[in-house]
């Protein structure tokens, strides 16, 4: 682990919450039924299993292309985006995608983040979620 991921997951540490005190009804169930469900691997398994195989993209790992990526986003689909506090230039690149208009929700799981959007979001949200 580089010096730059260790100071990210110290950060990522103090921001984390688990289910406890999200108001998002949608994000309580992901993390209830998904992250913490513990049954296998979280990306190759528990979310494809969660939100359905088709409906779940893992974008590739060069930081570059993400925001490009970002537009195969809709109402059914789940973006996966690896490695989001690997370097300083991946860490920027998600944080432009967090503060994208576009997307309605970004959570942060530290080794890679989540993109969602559904019809029955009325705001954008971020959140910070331990998946252990």
């Not at 997951?9 to 406890?20: D, F, G, Q, T």
């Not at 398994?45 to 195989?53: T, V």
């Not at 309605?104 to 252990?132: C, M, P, S, Y």
Request: hydrophobic share 40%.
């Amino acid at each position: 682990m580089s010096l730059y991921t260790f100071k990210q997951r110290i950060l990522y540490l103090r921001k984390a919450k688990n289910r406890h005190g999200i108001h998002s009804p949608f994000v309580y169930r992901l993390i209830d039924k998904c992250l913490l469900s513990g049954d296998g691997d979280l990306y190759g398994e528990r979310l494809p299993a969660y939100f359905g195989k088709e409906n779940v993209i893992v974008l590739k790992q060069d930081p570059l292309k993400w925001r490009e990526q970002s537009a195969a986003l809709n109402n059914e689909r789940v973006l996966v985006v690896p490695g989001i506090h690997k370097t300083p230039q991946h860490t920027e690149r998600w944080n432009a995608l967090v503060a994208d208009e576009r997307i309605l929700l970004t959570i942060d799981l530290f080794d890679a983040g989540l993109l969602v959007n559904r019809n029955e979001f009325k705001e954008k949200q971020h959140f910070v979620l331990k998946t252990k």
